[in-house]
């Protein structure tokens, strides 16, 4: 049963930071291209950052400098480095697995991010 528990949102101030995390179960995680994405009210879910499995990445050019995707293979777990965030950085953030060769595409369940003073 393939699993992605994200973890680490929470409330913080504008300026502030948070480290969000995506643990995974189920898949061979080395292979599979691994993303966070985001989802604010009444707006389309976007892709914020990407990691392949060579470790090259892409980002939400509104989050370039300020976000940093990382993961672990020995852990199964890919993390999102949240620096400087702002109220426009409000969403729930949900994380992705994606192994194109098969075609398999896995969600975790999301973590909600409330950047406010």
């Known amino acids: 049963q393939v699993q992605l528990v994200e973890s680490g949102g929470g409330l913080v101030q504008p300026g502030g930071s948070l480290r969000l995390s995506c643990a995974t179960s189920?898949?061979?995680?080395?292979?599979?291209?691994m993303g966070w994405y985001r989802q604010a009210p009444g707006k389309q879910r976007e892709l914020v950052a990407v990691?392949?499995?060579?470790?090259?990445?892409n980002y939400l050019d509104s989050v370039k400098g300020r976000f940093t995707i990382s993961r672990d293979n020995a852990k199964n777990t890919v993390y999102l480095q949240m620096n400087s965030l702002k109220s426009d950085d409000t969403a729930v953030y949900y994380c992705?697995?994606?192994?194109?060769?098969?075609?398999?595409?896995?969600w975790g369940q999301g973590t909600q991010v409330t950047v406010s003073s």
């Open positions: 992705n697995a994606v192994w194109r060769p098969v075609g398999n595409v896995y």
């Open positions: 189920g898949i061979t995680f080395s292979r599979y291209v």
């Open positions: 990691m392949a499995s060579d470790s090259s990445t």
